[in-house]
């Protein structure tokens, strides 16, 4: 009986998707989902409305609903901490 050595076996799916080019793609997107996700519980948890909420954040709802959708375009650094204040939080951001 003969072994077949494997191309990939033992690899990450960050080392194949960094082979493939997108990791940093999907780095991005992952990192979109969390933010919003953390910005609706805390929403919810505050009992904050999107109208209530863009009103604490003097912006738009449109805006808001950037922030909220992981699938919207970026969103700036200046959005994030306008939200985090509206809802009595802070943003951290730190290198890896």
Known sequence: MTTKKRKHHGS?????????GVLEKFEAIATKEVIAWQFA????????SKPKMAQLM?????????????????VTLT??????????????????
Do not use: C, V, Y
């Open 12 to 20: 990450t799916l960050d080392a194949f998707l960094e082979d493939e």
């Open 41 to 48: 519980q805390a929403m919810k948890k505050r009992g904050l």
């Open 58 to 74: 003097k912006t738009s709802r449109t805006q808001l609903d950037r922030l909220l959708d992981p699938k919207s375009g970026n």
């Open 79 to 96: 959005t994030l901490m306008r939200a985090a204040s509206a809802l009595g939080k802070a943003i951290s951001i730190q290198l890896r």
